[in-house]
């Protein structure tokens, strides 16, 4: 099916729950998958909450090679567990084709992080695997490219694929990265496939993802992203952008009624 085949976006069912049309998705978890407990009463405070999916990364990209690099094999075990627990169904990174077959045993939506937007041998391998795959947009990449890394996906016969649109770098250093939320229109307007907004990325404060994502929410996105984690303070990587998983049911809240100002009274948070 091609990218631009219809005007409004694609209802994707993941498991039990549902993104697009009218159905709105509130997707959260860690950055990353740290120790057990912390894996499980995020999972659990994600469930809680009413959201739709539960985010945490196994294989994390880090800029320095000396950083944190997440539990890898172990922390797809932690992720299994969780999804075991929670019924949630799982949102997980994917950084290397040669992992693909141990994430697939895990991931009901593979994340094709914004460093990996343009590897093109991965979107083909994930292409083939006919799993949901959420793409999000490198933060020095248009629009244009965005959607042609939908594409290779798509091109391989998968057609379940989510744009993720999580701040692109600009002069401004007042938060990490600007986020584009122009960018959710314009994806909307010329492709079928679900746009969902990360702001914990895009902010790098705690304090500014609320407001990003109830207006990600206000100006039409398909769902939002966010981190969360028990104690933000202690977190390995992303502590300051992460919110504390006591903080998210008020957020849930806060979005659902923020996208009934856009698609009317009939919208789900897609529980």
């Known amino acids: 099916m091609s990218i631009e085949s219809k005007r409004t976006s694609q209802e994707l069912r993941v498991g039990e729950r549902f993104l697009g049309d009218e159905r709105f998705a509130l997707i959260a978890g860690p950055c990353t998958v740290e120790s057990r407990e912390q894996t499980l009463q995020s999972a659990a405070a994600v469930r809680d909450a009413g959201a739709t999916m539960f985010r945490g990364g196994a294989y994390k990209p880090r800029t320095s090679p000396y950083a944190f690099q997440g539990l890898g094999q172990e922390g797809l075990r932690l992720l299994a567990e969780a999804k075991r627990v929670t019924g949630l169904p799982i949102v997980t990174e994917c950084m290397d084709a040669r992992d693909l077959d141990q994430v697939l045993e895990v991931a009901d939506v593979i994340q094709?992080?914004?460093?990996?937007?343009?590897?093109?041998?991965?979107?083909?391998?994930?292409?083939?695997?006919?799993r949901p795959a959420l793409i999000k947009r490198g933060f020095s990449s248009t629009l244009d490219e965005l959607l042609l890394a939908a594409?290779?996906?798509?091109?391989?016969?998968?057609?379940?694929?989510?744009?993720?649109?999580?701040?692109?770098?600009?002069?401004?250093?007042?938060y990490r990265?600007?986020?584009?939320?122009?960018?959710?229109?314009?994806?909307k307007e010329r492709t079928h496939l679900p746009v969902i907004v990360d702001p914990s990325h895009a902010a790098g404060r705690r304090e500014l993802v609320a407001p990003l994502a109830r207006a990600a929410a206000a100006i039409g996105a398909d769902g939002v992203m966010v981190e969360v984690h028990p104690d933000p303070a202690r977190a390995i990587c992303d502590g300051a952008q992460s919110l504390p998983t006591s903080a998210l049911a008020e957020l849930a809240e806060q979005v659902r009624a923020a996208a009934e100002l856009v698609a009317g009274a009939d919208t789900l948070l897609a529980a």
Do not use: H
């Open 112 to 130: 094709i992080g914004a460093r990996n937007m343009q590897n093109y041998a991965l979107l083909r391998e994930v292409g083939r695997s006919e």
């Open 151 to 174: 594409e290779y996906v798509l091109k391989e016969g998968n057609e379940q694929v989510i744009l993720c649109e999580r701040g692109i770098r600009t002069f401004e250093t007042a």
């Open 177 to 187: 990265f600007t986020l584009d939320l122009a960018a959710v229109p314009v994806l």
